[in-house]
């Protein structure tokens, strides 16, 4: 990054008031990385950008339509992070269905030596499984998961080609046919909490949910009650509200796969996710088209 | 099985000796579980048996020529277990690539919320996987990694119709190309320690293992080594030599997924594979040509 522009470093403090106006005045993009709120306060704290170029395929924590509305472009990373994230949504579910990582702690406790076999999983042969937004992600999703014996239902606005996946318009309908849920939609106002608490009801107490979308997705407070309670058979979850402060109540439970939101964390995808961030920025600057601009 | 059939119970001392002469003179059926072996001496000592029938789909632990030789038949549980071993293989292959175990504890732990973003960990895509033996097994495996951004090479003794994966007729050479083995061949005298040191070296440094046959097919003093000098990127491990008992150097590596030997180890497929044991043992009661013999 520093070869390729003059680099002003976003404070330590998360302050941008702590960078001097001068500095301020005279940054024309802004690279952007983490899960923090890029609103309206920070976008018109830098008067002369043209350009904000998020690091990540979600964007629903940047303020997009105050960018736009004052001429400021937004672009992310999508494509080069697809495989790494659907890989890990499959790695998810079969780990919570087959109970991976307790067995892992069964075989380095000795408790297999000593007290025997592994307590008896569940098969995820003959299960239905949902898949609750059909994009870019939920189609790589879909692709794996046709080469396992299961019957794909999907949730989407509109109906889309598919080799014999079932479409739901309607996330509850989804649900009760669904064993397993696998939220991929994207983040943002429009799907808060659109994993409520009629949906994971609707699922049902041998139900399994995995999301690897954005916490702000699911009805956290109705999830863990309905784990708490055995309304729901478990839930592998990569992200959760208030991040990386995951609620205590999760940590407790027996039923659930947590994991430190590292769906794209892979050194390959890293360097891929990092090169399409500058390439937008170094077309920003030669004034040429943007590669991934996100409207 | 005990409406079924007279059973008596092995002993629990393991011995079959201490089962009275009287009672073994009367037995027809051996109804076999479990890794332990099934030798001559046993079978020599039920005089009047005609049917061994094995929960599980390997019988490398029965002595199957010594059984025929005296005219005895041999079941096993095929097909039944087949889509459960293949997902695990699948779902451990995903945990050790993208360290979904330590991520779990990386959470649990307070980690993330205390010191950061998890380690980056390694991308399944445009990797190379090899299977060693593409029996039932290993193509079911083959047909759910086929959804998978990566390119499929298999081992096995004749090339198999199979859409677009390349065959070797050697495992050097398939461990040479492979970024990724996963072995499923079966277990007995012919596979023994065919993962040998020479084989798990072609695989090279940044390589992965993961082996859900049978312990026996692994050069495990071969495999520790490597792992313990880093000759071996990691290794996720089903199966054992000496099991339960895993060696307790795997225990202290970082770089291995250890699981209790349970690919078929779920409620539903259990209870399949002892319907069609039951199933073996009523047909052959009966007079009927048995449903799954080995041979």
Same sequence: chains 1, 2.
């Avoid at 998360?14 to 899960?35: S, Y």
């Avoid at 659907?86 to 109970?99: E, F, Q």
């Avoid at 609620?247 to 659930?256: G, I």
């Amino acid at each position: 990054m520093h070869e390729l522009f003059t680099v002003h470093q976003f404070p330590a403090s998360g302050n941008h008031a702590d960078l001097p106006a001068e500095v301020r005045d005279q940054v024309r993009a802004l690279a952007f990385k983490g899960h923090s709120q890029l609103g309206a306060d920070i976008i018109d704290a830098f008067p002369n950008i043209g350009l904000i170029a998020n690091y990540g395929v979600g964007y629903d924590t940047i303020d997009v339509a105050h960018a736009t509305s004052k001429g400021i472009a937004v672009t992310n990373t999508p494509d080069v992070l697809t495989n790494d994230v659907a890989d890990l949504a499959v790695g998810m579910l079969i780990s919570l269905s087959r109970g991976i990582v307790g067995a892992s702690e069964w075989v380095l406790s000795g408790k297999w030596a000593n007290t025997g076999a592994y307590p008896l999983q569940r098969t995820l042969s003959e299960t239905t499984i949902g898949i609750a937004g059909l994009g870019r992600i939920g189609q790589a999703i879909g692709k794996r998961l046709h080469g396992f014996d299961a019957d794909l239902h999907y949730f989407a606005r509109s109906e889309k080609e598919t080799p014999g996946w079932t479409w739901h318009n309607d996330l509850v309908s989804l649900a009760k046919q669904s064993d397993i849920l696998i939220v991929a939609v994207s983040g943002g106002p429009e799907t808060k909490q659109i994993i409520s608490a009629e949906v994971i009801s609707a699922l049902g107490a041998d139900g399994l949910l995995v999301n690897i979308s954005r916490g702000s997705t699911m009805d956290e407070e109705a999830l863990i009650k309905a784990l708490q309670s055995n309304q729901l058979r478990g839930a592998a979850l990569d992200v959760f509200n208030n991040e990386p402060n995951v609620d205590a109540r999760f940590l407790a439970l027996d039923s659930v796969l947590l994991q430190p939101h590292q769906s794209s964390g892979t050194v390959e995808t890293r360097k891929k996710m990092g090169a399409l961030q500058r390439d937008n920025l170094s077309a920003f600057f030669a004034d040429k088209p943007l590669l991934t601009p996100v409207s």
